[in-house]
């Protein structure tokens, strides 16, 4: 039997979510994801330091005051990693756009047109790279502009049917239904755990890809956040899943059997009702969603917090 790691990429699009290139080259994923955590942690790392002296050279003598300095400095290094991950993996890379733009779309779509001129100034076409943004309805009507610009998306942060389906009817490239962090709530909330089918971040994705396929959307649906392979096996099936070293690894070690449990046969047999989503309709079910507008509200938060950090950090060695 192969390892469980090969089981998967039979029905499911296996994606690295890491700023390592060493996990990358391990585990031959297809794409692979960032996010200001990972590259703060990344960064501070010795193998990858000289990205970030090399994103501070190119940028020296550009004219810029300090502020603009280190977000032109923060932008590059996203830029130089999103390259080093394109040499490695065969498909796309996520570069995520600042998190204290989530509210404003106008801002959101000027900062990912420059991101992307950046990617293509050292020759990576814009079908390789995906443009993450938070999904907020701010989020989803920045998507749809750069959409006519040629610019795919990743909507992530994403915790609710709610934002799954104004993801879905702004015609967004991906969505990354945060699996694990919707777990991490209902652990708190209920003072109890949830395995397997049980577990609520897993019935989410679940409800998900069976509303995309029964209505054919082409929105692709990528797992993310995983807190464990359990959760992981139970979703093999779905259009992608991005996963963390660790993860990858123990999936790697085991050669039981690993079934796919999610297929588009599935949803055609679901009764599920269609719903249409404006902005009112998309506030309120938000804001009935107690777990999805705390986790969508705290997300923001840590990435911003992160970006605040990475900044400090080029801020020390201007």
Partial sequence: MPDQLAQLKQYTVVVADTGDFATLKQFTPRDATTNPSLILKAVQMDAYKGLLDKAIADNKGAGLGHDAM??????TLLV?????????VPGRVSTEVDARLSFDTE????????????????????????????????GFRAAEILKKDGISCNLTLLFSMAQAIAAAEA?????????????????????????????????????????YKKFGYSTEIMGASFRNVEEIRELAGCDLLTI???????????NEPLPRKLTPEMAQAADIKKLTM???TFRWMLNEDAMATDKLSEGIRVFAADINKLEALIAEKL
């Fill in 171 to 211: 015609g967004v490239q991906l969505i990354s239904p945060f699996v694990g962090r919707i777990l991490d709530w209902h652990k708190a909330k209920y003072a109890k755990d949830f395995v397997g089918t049980e577990d609520p971040g897993v019935k989410s994705v679940k409800e998900i890809y069976l509303y």
């Fill in 107 to 138: 801002r959101t779509v000027d900062k990912a047109r420059f991101v992307m001129s950046l990617y293509e100034k050292i020759g990576i076409p814009r079908e390789r790279v995906l443009i993450k943004i938070a999904s907020t309805w701010e």
């Fill in 80 to 88: 130089l990693f999103g390259k080093e991950i394109t040499d490695i």
């Fill in 70 to 75: 280190l977000k032109r400095v923060v932008d």
């Fill in 244 to 254: 963390s070293p660790n993860l990858l690894a123990e999936l790697l070690a085991s």
């Fill in 278 to 280: 404006d902005e009112k």
